[in-house]
């Protein structure tokens, strides 16, 4: 009796789907890092070992991926974010949110863009940025309540001072030119605290014979 022939598997179709798609997140990054807006499909075809098709099978379009590219790296400021917001000490937490959004800005600077030219083309920020920035304001809420940092900064404030650290770094700068720079802009955040304290202390009277 004739026996049909056996259904191949489509475990192994599917497993090297997800390699593929996985490949090319990852040339995706380094592209973007590497290019910022300018990064084109074909280049990131090309780092990934694969076809443009393929590419393309998996995003349609360059917005497709460029939508995965910001909803990754939103998910892990977000959790930089959660995992700040549990330290104990105000300003600990403060400059460690601080340090976070440097470190993406200054490592990445095509995401940098890529979120900053969406801002200026809306008007508004990404869900999980807004997101970012009530996680932001919350953590500098507790640090001004505390004494920690000066009363009259936002978390937008903030954010704005560090992408300016991370606009103005350019690929053959020493590396440790924006970590310097950050430091200096979070002991202004404290110092002006520390000095506010002061002068609303008074002037220590003098005696009068």
């Known amino acids: 009796m004739h026996q049909p022939a056996p259904v191949p598997s489509a475990a192994p179709r599917r497993a090297d789907a997800v390699r593929n798609r996985q490949a090319i997140l990852a040339a ?23 076809g443009v098709g393929t590419l393309y099978r998996h995003f349609p379009t360059r917005e497709a991926l460029i939508a995965v590219l910001i909803q990754e790296r939103q998910e892990r400021l977000l ?31 095509g995401m940098a863009d890529i979120l900053a030219e969406q801002y200026t083309r809306t008007g ?17 809420a507790r640090a001004q309540a505390a004494g920690a940092m000066r009363q009259d ?27 310097r720079l950050v430091g200096v802009f979070l002991d202004g955040l404290r110092g002006a605290a520390a000095s506010d304290r002061l002068s609303s202390s008074g002037p220590a009277s003098a005696s009068v014979d």
Do not use: N, Y
């Open 79 to 109: 959790a930089s974010a959660a995992a700040a917001a549990r330290l104990d000490d105000p300003w600990a937490a403060v400059t460690d949110l601080v340090w976070q959004l440097a470190t993406f800005e200054a490592e990445d600077r």
């Open 124 to 140: 508004r920020a990404a869900p999980g940025m807004a997101a970012l920035l009530e996680h932001l304001g919350a953590v500098m």
């Open 153 to 179: 900064v936002s978390a937008e404030d903030v954010v704005f001072a560090v992408c300016g650290v991370g606009k103005m770094m350019r690929p053959d700068d020493d590396p440790g030119r924006w970590q």
């Open 28 to 50: 995706a990054r380094a592209v973007f890092r590497r290019d910022g807006l300018a990064a084109q499909m074909d280049a990131i075809a090309e780092a990934a070992g694969l």
